[in-house]
């Protein structure tokens, strides 16, 4: 009866890391399919930019880029943000990041690179970068709904990865203190059995 009970709960376990193996997998495929969508939309937006050019062109006048293309420039920057995030989503599925100087794929704790050498730091948040372009732009009345929700989510964004950040800091200084208190604890028994 025992074998069965063992065979038993190494099925169920077995079954739980294929579950979340393929539910991982299955949103890896969501975000990959989300990400074309995105570029699809960018694609669009060279378009309409190349239109526009075009016309200017035909017309021989002079293209003011803050001007007449912000807008376009301004949501292809948004778009490329979000898909930025969306494969750092993926990669933090399969618990990678990317390196900072050669961007190659390496396994998300490491302090080093192992292809380049580079020191891996806290990545500096893109979004902060996006949301200053876009309060900072000139955005026409038909889109500034859009945009007003754009900033709203990097906002959102931002303040998560603060959060997970002070969260892991005070983690790991409770490891340290943790481990220092039972070092010292050790020392003092040690000495107590010495002066014994």
């Known amino acids: 009866m025992e074998f069965f009970d063992k065979l038993g709960k190494k099925a169920s376990e077995a079954y739980k890391v294929t579950a979340d193996k393929t539910g991982k997998l299955a949103k890896e495929a969501k975000i990959r399919m ?8 960018i694609k669009d937006i060279y378009e309409e930019i190349g239109k526009k050019v075009y016309e200017k062109h035909v017309r021989e006048e002079n293209i003011d880029i803050s001007k007449d293309l912000e807008d376009e420039c301004t949501r292809i920057d948004v778009l490329t943000g979000e ?21 190659k794929e390496i396994d ?26 876009l309060e900072n732009a000139d955005i026409c009345e038909n889109k500034k709904e859009e945009a007003e929700e754009v900033k709203e989510d990097l906002k959102e ?28 604890e050790v020392e003092s028994h040690v000495e107590a059995d010495e002066e014994d």
């Not at 989300?34 to 939309?41: A, R, S, T, Y």
């Not at 995030?85 to 050669?102: A, G, I, M, S, V």
């Open 157 to 184: 964004k931002i303040e998560e990865k603060e959060e997970s950040t002070q969260s892991s800091n005070n983690d790991e200084n409770g490891d340290e203190k943790s481990t220092l208190e039972k070092t010292v």
């Open 83 to 103: 898909i930025e995030d969306r494969l750092n989503e993926c990669l933090e599925l399969r618990d990678k990041k990317k390196c900072q100087k050669c961007f």
């Open 34 to 41: 989300k990400i074309n969508e995105m570029k699809g939309q």
């Open 108 to 133: 998300k704790n490491m302090k080093f690179c192992p292809e380049c050498g580079a020191k891996q730091d806290d990545e500096p948040a893109k979004e902060v970068e996006v949301l200053e372009k």
